[in-house]
């Protein structure tokens, strides 16, 4: 039986139910010291000084750090799409002249113990020179820092992209439609918030970072780089990670200032992040605001569409560059063919936490803004939404479809998909005809109760490549090891079924390795929904060659001729004779190591896609607004493990509906952040989640993968905004009512009751 | 988020409690549930300098009732109002109220007395006080003395609680026959501070409303209670026209406070639709 396609029990789950789970916070070393961050409380100024003495002074502390102790060390660089002209917007690990927003690292402490080195920040004290903050990303460019980067100001770049003849397209259509949508700022927020132990061994001169997530051995190369030490001295070591979304595990100053502090003050070094900094100074994300013009022809088909944005990045431009944005403006489309397309993508700083990436950047926003302009096009024109969407779909025989631009430096090639199919699956599901009938009834006797669907195109799988290494050990066991990253998403177990599926060795046999830097040279880590794509080829391809060196080692011992041998359950059999040995057995009468290496390359992005349907009910006097019934239809072309797809898809969709009605990042006019806690910054619960039905299609499996699999990781978000806001409209009535996510209440109760 | 240190004492028992709070004055804060306050000390937003916590003061956990009221101790947990503490109209009421307080396990800990020690507005606690004009029993050194609830709430997590004093029991009027209540609440999630609520109790007899309480919380410095409009209910049967009234009279009396979570325009608007819920639900 295939150990693909079955929901098999996770790995992960016994130490994690156990309590043997070892997140940042658990790690400790004799002699460690805290370190707590002294935090800009202004939005943007210059520093005129930074009065340390006091907090020196006080009794348990070893250190107070500010930019001139680290003078030496370079701002964080891009990990990536560097794009000409963002460098003198990276962030130093202390701010130097200038703080840029409200929780901008202006010095350290260290202490002995967290108490004291949260005593001593308090009595650190910065003089700064307010100046206006900025925090339209709409308004004209601002200066970065007047007076350390004069004339530099606040559009480091802008993207553009085009194909097709986008006059022609305007120059003969029936109907030109213009909107202006927003997304608002919002994030990833893992359960555990950030935290790392550095250690220094003066004997080995090794220094290690416990507390590693996402892209340790993108990190440890950076880290090695910024403190000039030799990449084999620099070691991290992920535990387990309490989620990460995109925005946990990136290089941020706090991961450089303890390994600094380690090395240079000569004692392991402790940080745990709390939640309040954790929500001012990790990544935030989203915060876009689009202006199209759609060109379209009587049946309702966009013949070309024209958008301007401009993504808010917030202080600095961080680790992912212009990922954002570029991911924005290439895949905005989506599954539509609208053959002439232009965009312009203003990348704007403001004096807001600085943003990156977060499940399904670029998509969330985009996918809210196209499937806004299908709704708005079926509104003008008079038609059904889905017939208008039915117009556009790209047909399953322009499969491979050839977008004409990149993204991520990667040609944009949809691989495969058979979009009019599922979408007529999806309706079938919901026995549409039907739903809209009980819901028009529902109206009817005065309820405001809405349908919203919304079509989308995801990407997973980056490239350039993955590397694992796999070895059978004394006991019968495989270790594969892999420089993936695990977050909490079930790693060990895929890559153990995708090895189970060639080996035949139960995955509980199958330990795998994920997130030393020590135990494998390079490695990618996990985002951009790569990991299973990724690293479950090279496994596939790894197995396989264990497979075949397990039956050319067994050859001779069991005198047997190789084409004779097959690899079942874990043992190398003769199929004349049913004489056996196991794979334990065949290492240790073998001179050679019994081990193998897999290494998978891919130039393009595969392409999943699929469905949201939201149902909502509205109070339209108390302007709150219900989620009844939450849908999503998603082919990822081939599932490893459906019980985990779904997890991710159903995870995905909490938060999908977390950012369309709930999750909001809110400044006042001075730029200071409103929503610093749980109690503001309001993320779904198990009470506003409506129960998610997953419809999974394995229609369209990925050409450009031994596995046929996409990515798992991100389709449960990418519609959700897109659909809440359409079944908001069709609840109450109001095409194009909703232009802005979230749909608070406050700002549904100004659209619906103007003053 | 850690807390500046202070110091921890944990008398016994009323008594020594207040002597504790005789002692330490200023620098003195009482820790009950804790459910507002290690959350506060926590974000350095509050830094008493000693803890006097009452959990060990086994003599103020009680519900007591006592001919026409209901007295409820310092050390009464939420929960306990899970289901109806006493038989009829006011048990029905705080077990109908307490659902909409935060979340199971903070009912657990945290305290109904403690609620209003703190005074937060959006505290439903609060609101039933004020709207049903319970008696608070202020206790310290020197004795103890009453407060009324429109003496006690002073505004935004202020009340007539004195350094020294200990809010040692409140008294509830027990609703007699005939009285029923409403409760309507919005809020943005599930167990959130409300975005505005309002209490009802009306007492009914021969289809004629003889006695009213009216209140709402969450919208401004403390909880409301609306005495003029009680008056305009009195000797009306119920019915959606008046209650519509009375909710727009509501509405046009109060000019709500803004935060991140509602502009003043829509917790306008809030008052009069969750006045007109709780006053349909308690006549119905």
Not at chain 1, 396 to 404: I, L, N, Q, S, V
Not at chain 2, 172 to 190: N, T
């Amino acid at each position: 039986m295939s150990a693909i396609g079955r929901s098999l029990k996770r790995l992960e789950d016994r130490p994690l139910l156990t309590g043997a789970g070892r997140f940042a916070a658990d790690n400790r070393a004799d002699g460690q010291i805290h370190m707590r961050v002294v935090r800009s409380p202004i939005a943007f100024g210059r520093i005129v000084g930074i009065e340390t003495e006091d907090a020196a002074a006080l009794a348990g502390v070893v250190a107070v750090w500010t930019a001139a102790d680290i003078a030496d060390l370079p701002p964080i660089d891009f990990r990536m799409t560097r794009i000409a002209g963002l460098e003198p917007y990276r962030q130093h690990v202390l701010a130097r002249d200038y703080v840029r927003y409200v929780g901008d690292p202006v010095a350290v402490v260290f202490a002995e113990d967290p108490y004291t080195a949260e005593d001593a920040a308090e009595l650190v004290f910065c003089d700064i020179e307010e100046e206006e903050p900025c925090l339209d990303a709409t308004a004209e460019p601002v200066p970065f820092m007047p007076e350390r980067h004069p004339g530099l100001l606040s559009e480091p770049a802008t993207i553009v992209k085009s194909y097709g003849d986008i006059d022609a397209a305007f120059a003969g259509a029936a109907h030109v439609l213009e909107l202006e949508l927003k997304v608002g700022r919002h994030t990833g927020v893992p359960l555990e918030a950030r935290g790392a132990l550095a250690v220094h061994d003066r004997e080995t001169g090794m220094l290690t970072m416990y507390g590693a997530a996402k892209v340790p051995h993108y990190n440890r190369d950076s880290i090695a780089r910024m403190l000039g030490l030799p990449q084999d001295k620099v070691r991290l070591s992920e535990g387990h990670v309490g989620g990460g979304f995109g925005i946990r595990g990136e290089l941020y100053p706090e991961d450089v200032l303890v390994c600094a502090a380690a090395y240079r003050l000569g004692v392991p070094v402790k940080w745990v992040e709390d939640r309040r900094e954790h929500l001012m100074a990790a990544n935030h994300s989203r915060d876009q605001v689009h202006r199209l013009r759609a060109a379209v022809d009587p049946n309702g088909f966009v013949r070309g569409l024209t958008d301007t944005f401009f993504t808010d990045q917030g202080g600095y431009v961080r680790t992912h560059g212009g990922t954002v944005s570029d991911l924005a403006a290439a895949l905005l489309p989506g599954p539509y063919l609208i053959p002439a397309y232009r965009v312009e993508g203003h990348i704007r700083l403001t004096n807001k936490t600085p943003s990156g990436t977060y499940r399904a950047p670029g998509r969330y926003e985009t996918t809210f803004v196209r499937e806004r302009l299908m709704d708005a096009v079926a509104a003008r024109l008079g038609l059904d939404a889905v017939e208008v969407r039915r117009v556009n779909l790209i047909p399953e025989d322009r499969m491979p479809f050839d977008r004409g631009i990149e993204a991520l430096g990667t040609h944009v090639l949809y691989d495969s998909g058979k979009y009019h199919d599922l979408l007529e699956r999806t309706l079938k599901h919901l026995d549409y005809a039907a739903l809209r009938s009980e819901l028009e009834n529902r109206r009817a006797a005065g309820e405001a109760v809405g349908l919203g669907l919304a079509f989308f195109v995801e990407k997973s799988g980056l490239g350039p490549h993955d590397l694992v290494r796999m070895a059978v050990l004394p006991d019968d066991t495989i270790e594969i090891v892999t420089g993936a990253a695990s977050v909490g998403q079930g790693v060990e177990t895929v890559m153990a079924q995708v090895c189970s599926d060639v080996i035949g060795m139960p995955i509980e046999r199958i330990r795998v390795v994920h997130g030393q830097t020590d135990r494998i040279p390079i490695g990618f880590g996990a985002f951009a929904s790569r990991v299973t794509v990724m690293t479950g080829s090279a496994v596939k391809i790894a197995s396989e060659a264990l497979r075949d060196k397990a039956c050319a080692l067994a050859a001779p011992l069991l005198q047997a001729d190789i084409d004779d041998l097959v690899l079942e359950a874990g043992r190398v059999v003769s199929r004349s004779s049913g004489a056996g040995i196991g794979l334990a057995e065949i290492a240790s009468q073998s001179a050679e190591a019994l081990d193998a290496e897999g290494l998978f390359r891919a130039d393009h992005m595969n392409y999943p896609y699929g469905i949201h349907v939201a149902q909502v009910r509205v109070d339209t006097e108390l302007c709150g607004v219900k989620v009844e019934r939450y849908l999503v239809a998603y082919d990822i072309g081939r599932m490893i493990n459906p019980m985990l797809v779904e997890g991710q898809i159903v995870g995905a969709a909490a938060q999908g509906i977390g950012g369309a009605l709930l999750e909001e990042f809110v400044y006042d006019e001075a730029g200071q952040p409103l929503a610093t806690s749980f109690a503001d910054y309001l993320m779904p619960t198990a009470h506003e989640m409506p129960p998610v039905e997953v419809l999974v299609r394995e229609d369209a499996p990925s050409p450009q993968n031994p596995l046929g699999v996409k990515g798992a990781g991100e389709g449960g978000i990418t519609a959700a905004g897109a659909a809440i806001a359409a079944a908001v409209d069709d609840a109450l009535g109001r095409p194009g009512l909703v232009t802005r996510l979230p749909i608070v209440p406050t700002r549904l109760h100004a659209s619906l009751y103007p003053r | 988020m850690k807390p500046a240190s202070f110091v921890y004492v944990r008398p016994g028992s009323r008594s020594e409690i207040v002597a504790a709070l005789a002692e330490h004055g200023a620098d003195g804060k009482v820790l009950a549930g804790g459910q507002s306050l290690v959350a506060a000390m926590n974000f350095r937003l509050a830094r008493p300098g000693v803890i006097i916590d009452i959990n060990r003061a086994g003599d103020l956990d009680y519900l007591r009732p006592s001919g026409d009221v209901l007295a409820i101790g310092a050390l009464t947990r939420h929960a306990a109002f899970h289901k109806p503490p006493v038989e009829g109209p006011l048990g029905a009421l705080l077990a109908k109220v307490v659902r909409h307080i935060a979340h199971y396990p903070i009912r657990q800990r945290g305290t109904f007395t403690g609620s209003l020690a703190h005074a937060d507005p959006a505290s439903e606690w609060c609101l039933v006080a004020a709207t049903l004009g319970a008696e608070m029993v202020i206790a310290n050194n020197n004795g103890e003395r009453t407060c009324p609830a429109a003496e006690f709430f002073r505004g935004t997590f202020t009340t007539a609680v004195g350094e020294q004093d200990l809010l040692a029991e409140v008294r509830l009027p027990m609703l007699g026959a005939g009285w029923r209540s409403g409760f309507h609440e919005f809020s943005r999630r599930a167990g959130d501070f409300a975005l505005a609520m309002s209490l009802a109790a009306l007492k009914l007899e021969n289809g004629v409303i003889t006695a009213a309480r009216l209140g709402v919380g969450g919208v401004s410095d403390r909880a409301i209670r609306l005495s003029k409009l009680e008056q305009e209910l009195v000797g009306k049967p119920p019915s959606k026209a008046l209650f519509q009234d009375v909710a727009a009279s509501a509405q046009a009396g109060i000019r709500p406070t803004a935060d991140i979570h509602g502009s003043s325009e829509y917790r306008s608007d809030l008052i009069r639709a969750v006045v007109g819920r709780a006053l349909t639900e308690a006549a119905a």
